[in-house]
């Protein structure tokens, strides 16, 4: 298209010069005396030179002019591409760990680039990795005056005031946070980790409903987590008096997380309380399907404390049998004859508790080097004894005090009680910390809804050796299908 534009003006140049030589014309000048004679074609020629001479100094002119200006320029420019280098320089060092060079950086960012939301951000991650707490600090508090940084600097205070264990204001910082963007993660999960850890169940509750309406959490997570949020909740209103609004939040509180004992326990000492033993009796009946643990155990006993032994042990084998398979039912029903002075009963329970699965293993940390303990499949004697526990090992020797009097073998459980696998108990699932209690925050790390149920990994069945005896007691049976109900003449 531009050819055609192009022939069409040299056509129309070349037919207007042969029309001015065909008619050339005459044409005069007078001016102060003086006088011109030319032809058309002449004094068009020297008109449009004259109008190119006029046009060349004109943009001399301004060239001249614009000069300075043109400088500056170039000049800015070439300041700006040195800064904007040095910045991603500083990245560079940032992300290398280098705090000397990233701060060398950052310094030539800032004093070649008029752009303080950028250099800001490099000083204080320059800071940060150079452990200057209070120079990074004062560098994200800058950034808190610029719409565009605010929430970057509202990211960096809250990390840094979280380390200094200042929980009031990372709060406030965690709320701004999610005013400028509601859909945060990190804000919502630190707003909500803010809130347990101080204890307001009620504002944590609020958190974990935004949560996951967002999709931020799995549904069974936030189930587990609102079951705990709720138990706390009962407490805190059993404290203040209010036992019905107790008593109905613990029974939603383990409903949701039907894993957790120390819900259902809670539960069912608040119907004692209100002199409901029958519910009590059945809620932990029901706790046994999903949780079997001592503290039920215990408080089953407590129920009926006014019957009889023997009657104890026939109420007992009503609470095993909602899980016949797992150790902590033939425990209890060992403990409970035990004390009926059952000792054949009481040893049958006990064997058939070593040959049951105790809780599953902890696993190891995520920087150990070990491999994941796990329990040995039951091939014979020796296996099954591995899985013993101390307290096990214990009412073993009990057995065999009171019904033979045999003090070598008395002595030989309380030798292998010494080198057992370790009794279960609540290991947190971040910190793999220990506790002989269930807490909704891991005493030792402070995590949320950590805590469960587990044999512990710092010994596992494989560490465990066995304690050699000249006289080993003999095979041991294996488990019957079923739990036989106890014959009183058995004692």
């Avoid at 065909?22 to 020297?46: F, H, M």
């Avoid at 209070?134 to 940084?149: G, I, Q, S």
Wanted: aromatic share 6%; net charge neutral.
């Amino acid at each position: 298209m531009r050819t055609i534009f192009a022939l069409i003006i040299i056509a129309a140049l070349a037919a207007s010069a042969v029309f001015l030589a065909d008619n050339p014309g005459r044409v005069e000048i007078v001016w102060r005396g003086w006088q011109i004679d030319t032809s058309v074609g002449v004094l068009i020629a020297v008109a449009a030179l004259a109008a190119l001479a006029v046009v060349l100094v004109l943009r001399l002119i301004l060239l001249i002019l614009n000069s300075p200006g043109a400088f500056m320029r170039r000049r800015r420019e070439q300041r700006r591409s040195a800064g904007y280098q040095a910045l991603t320089r500083g990245m560079v060092a940032v992300a290398a760990g280098d705090p000397q060079e990233a701060r060398r950086y950052a310094r030539r960012a800032e004093a070649l680039l008029a752009e303080p939301p950028l250099t800001l951000l490099l000083s204080a991650q320059a800071a940060q990795i150079g452990g200057d707490e209070l120079a990074a600090k004062k560098f994200f508090t800058a950034m808190l005056d610029r719409p565009e940084t605010e929430f970057l600097g509202l990211r960096g205070l809250l990390n840094q005031v979280l380390r200094d264990g200042d929980r009031g204001t990372a709060r406030r910082l965690a709320e701004r946070a999610l005013e400028l963007r509601p859909n945060t993660t990190w804000a919502l999960s630190s707003l909500f980790d803010l809130e347990v850890r101080e204890q307001r169940w009620e504002f944590a509750r609020n958190v974990l409903d935004r949560a996951v309406r967002h999709r931020f959490m799995t549904p069974e997570i936030a189930r587990h987590h609102r079951g705990v949020i709720l138990h706390e909740l009962s407490r805190v209103a059993a404290a203040q008096g209010d036992r019905q609004r107790a008593l109905r939040l613990a029974g939603e509180a383990f409903a949701l997380a039907p894993d957790l004992a120390a819900l259902a326990v809670h539960h069912a000492r608040l119907l004692l309380a209100e002199g409901k033993t029958g519910r009590a009796a059945r809620a932990v009946e029901r706790a046994w399907t999903t949780a079997p643990h001592p503290d039920l155990a215990q408080l089953y006993s407590e129920i009926g404390n006014t019957e009889t032994p023997l009657a104890r042990v026939t109420r007992f084998q009503r609470l095993a049998v909602q899980n016949r398979a797992v150790r902590e039912s033939h425990l209890a029903l060992a403990e409970a004859a035990l004390a009926a002075e059952l000792w054949g009963e009481a040893r049958r329970h006990l064997e058939h508790a070593l040959a049951a699965d105790p809780p599953p293993v902890a696993a190891l940390p995520a920087n150990s080097d070990a491999p994941s303990p796990s329990l040995p499949a039951l091939a014979d004697e020796s296996d099954m004894l591995s899985r013993a526990t101390p307290r096990l090992c214990l009412m073993m020797a009990q057995v065999e005090e009171a019904e033979h009097g045999d003090s070598g073998r008395t002595r030989e459980w309380l030798d292998r009680a010494v080198r057992a696998l370790p009794d279960p108990r609540y290991v947190c699932a971040n910190c793999r910390g220990e506790s002989a209690q269930w807490h909704s925050l891991c005493p030792n790390c402070g995590a949320f809804d950590t805590l469960a149920w587990r044999t512990p990994a710092w010994t596992g069945p494989s560490t465990i050796g066995l304690v050699t005896v000249e006289n080993p007691p003999p095979t041991l049976p294996a488990p019957e299908p079923a739990l036989p109900a106890v014959d009183a003449a058995a004692g």
